[in-house]
């Protein structure tokens, strides 16, 4: 099933199936948790990200030829570090370069998203999958200049600006994919491709993440993880590409669809 959150003509915010024939229909209950969909037809005026996450977990170097074009070592453990919630964005709404905090190298990165749908801890490896409600893309937009120089080596800061973890088009229910590393992927900035690989290539697995990350940690309902980027990225190319007011950027993701959104300033 392809779940969408939506805001109608009134402003109000709700959850919807999407249909085969491009209509949706109306879901309701708790999502994630006890929900079903209605036979009213929803009333779908502006995408919005399709989960407000309780938390962003997010891997770093986890496509071997990532970590081959940033000359850095294959990783014993995942690198984790975490996004602002309050840095997620909407599909089609701006990604905004930092201007209070100035950045002048901020980056594209896509990621295939995973939202957990039940409180887990101490998963196993062969039972993770249980607990993913299902798959978006997601883009984990970076500031290099503030990772590489101005955190004191931490990430953190340089993550989560406003408007650095756009989400969506669409939540697609695990039961429509079977195996979330057999998806390919790509970036493309004012329609060029500029990633293109396959997520075959993580070096560490969706059900291996949710074990690690569950480890002795408890994973609430509504925690999405950003599970890393394949080569390409903006700061590795000779010359860098990194974004510019007017750019627009889409990450793709197979059975899962679009997500795009232009490039603008901080006011």
Same mark, same amino acid.
């Given at each position: 099933?392809?779940?969408?959150r ?10 919807? %199936? ?10 309701? =209950?708790? &999502?994630?948790? $006890?929900?079903?969909? #209605? $036979?009213?037809?929803a $009333?779908?005026r ?13 891997i ?26 309050? %840095? ?12 209070q ?11 295939l ?10 998963? @196993?490896?062969?039972? %993770? &999958? ?5 798959? #978006?893309?997601g883009? $984990? ?9 101005? @955190?004191g ?7 989560s ?6 989400? =969506? ?8 994919i ?13 329609g ?7 997520t075959?290539d ?13 480890? @002795? ?5 509504g925690?999405?993880?950003?599970? =890393?980027?394949? @080569? =390409?990225?903006g ?7 990194? &974004? ?23 006011e």
């Amino acid at each position: 099933m392809r779940i969408i959150r939506y805001q109608d003509a009134q402003r109000q915010i709700g959850f919807a %199936a999407e249909q085969t024939d491009g209509t949706a229909r109306n879901i309701t =209950g708790t &999502l994630p948790g $006890d929900w079903w969909v #209605t $036979d009213t037809c929803a $009333d779908v005026r502006k995408l919005l990200t399709p989960v407000v996450p309780v938390a962003i977990f997010a891997i770093g170097l986890n496509y071997r030829q990532h970590a081959v074009e940033t000359h850095a070592p294959i990783p014993e453990f995942p690198v984790l570090f975490m996004k602002n919630v309050a %840095a997620i964005q909407n599909p089609n709404d701006p990604i905004l370069i930092p201007r209070q905090l100035r950045s002048d190298e901020v980056d594209y990165e896509c990621e295939l998203v995973v939202v957990i749908g039940k409180r887990c801890k101490n998963v @196993s490896r062969a039972d %993770a &999958l249980q607990y993913v409600l299902g798959y #978006t893309c997601g883009n $984990d937009v970076s500031a290099r200049d503030w990772q590489k120089r101005r @955190s004191g080596g931490q990430w953190c800061r340089a993550k989560s600006f406003d408007t650095f973890a756009p989400m =969506g088009p669409c939540l697609v229910t695990a039961d429509e994919i079977p195996n979330p590393n057999a998806l390919a992927i790509r970036t493309l900035v004012n329609g060029e491709v500029l990633q293109e690989n396959n997520t075959s290539d993580m070096i560490f697995d969706v059900p291996r993440l949710i074990e690690f990350l569950s480890g @002795s940690t408890t994973l609430l309902p509504g925690t999405v993880i950003f599970t =890393g980027t394949p @080569s =390409g990225v903006g700061m590795a190319r000779n010359p860098p590409r990194y &974004l510019e007011l007017g750019d627009v950027v889409t990450v793709e993701i197979e059975k899962i669809g679009k997500l795009t959104n232009p490039v603008a300033l901080e006011e």
